[in-house]
């Protein structure tokens, strides 16, 4: 810890902030950490990205492609790849989610999110391809953190080779469904958490991003079941269907029915995903504030298993996973589990 702060010190110092005042930001599920510096009254963001557990390199590549398509991502003050630094235009601290509970216009804002997404899947372009594919093999990894962390919590016993075989075959069958529509750069947290409120901007400007730097290229249907489908609160059902028909209306070439088993698929994938991870963070690293959130993505998770394409998955689910273990103690004790 000495050693990280003597590199956080010499880094400052020769970006110029080296007597800037500094107070820790804010924290989240990954091993990030971030401090907002303050000079003669201005402000800068720090991130704390410590290698090899994460990878500013990628943040910082994917900030460049946002802000080359003219979207809000913070620019970069200064930058150390190998030592994990980067310092950052300051978006200041009205998040989606701070708006929201200060009372803010929840459609509008929706609806300032969605059109950012269509002037994202516009402006892309195909030849800007540097990202990794989101393919069936990182979309299995993620989905398996469902059997791997949750089923033992939930269960008192480890999965079965059988079982966790049983899971893949069924997944391996949907897959392919959610490939059937354009792809575009995914920024895969896209939900309310991770979306600033900027004033003085106009259109999708007026959105900042942040957490993008596990961005791949991938379904354009991915971002907007992050959206709508959020683990962390609910969005009413109206709400929900008018920005799918928002989306929709901009690109009116796209096939629906595909769309929508893309959707579904994905909204799945990602819901097991979530299960998966929330469990990991209270018994690895326990971390048990996120465990309440997993009765609600249960819920979403349900209901995208209803839609005819998942049917393998729900029959894994519903023999595997019935309705009595789809739920964990809401303030489990960290402790030994799964690899």
Known sequence: MVEREEQIKRFLAEAGWGGAERRPLAADASFRRYDRLTRDGTTAVLMDAPPPMENVRAFHAVQQQLLALGLSAPRPIQLDEAAGLLLLEDFGDRTYTRALDEGADEAALYRLATDLLIALHRRWRNGAETLPPYDERRLMEEALLLTDWYMEAATGRRPSRRQRADYIEAWRAVFPLAQRVPRSLVLRDYHVDNLMVLEGRDGVAACGLLDFQDALLGPVTYDLVSLLEDARRDIPAPLVEEMLTRYLAAFPALDREAF??????????????????????????????????????????????????????KAWFDSELPPLHRRIPDHEPPGEAAP
């Open 260 to 313: 929508a088993t893309s959707y579904a698929v994905l909204g799945a994938q990602r819901s097991a995903k979530i299960i998966g991870i929330f469990t990991r963070l209270s018994r690895r690293d326990g971390k048990g504030d996120y465990l309440p959130h997993i009765s609600r993505v249960w819920r979403l998770l349900e209901t995208d298993l209803g839609k005819p394409p998942l049917a393998p998955v």
